[in-house]
């Protein structure tokens, strides 16, 4: 199985598919400075008005601000609105 992640990796690469999701990968869309989107995330490990740490495959998704408020979260997205300042890529810990 994870042969098969490498291979997907290197086709997309190959086809210049970087705008296309990898399965599995997770997906950050931010909506200008009111909304973040993320996709297969692992659940929230951190939570406060000014920060929201979101855990995904490679390590952590940080979403700085003001007011933040996770207004959804299901299990394949989350949604957080507030006034974003700033969204950081993690790996590994946080």
């Given at each position: ?42 659940g ?9 740490c ?6 952590h ?34």
């Amino acid at each position: 199985m994870k042969g098969r992640k490498h291979i997907l990796d290197r086709m997309a690469v190959a086809a210049d598919l970087s705008s296309e999701p990898v399965p599995k990968l997770p997906l950050v869309e931010i909506a200008g400075e009111r909304r973040v989107l993320i996709e297969n995330h692992f659940g929230v490990t951190g939570y406060g008005s000014q920060e929201i740490c979101v855990k995904v495959r490679f390590g952590h998704v940080i979403i700085c601000g003001k007011g933040l408020e996770l207004v959804r979260m299901t299990k394949e997205q989350l949604v957080v609105m507030g006034t974003i300042d700033g969204v950081r890529f993690c790996k590994g810990g946080k």
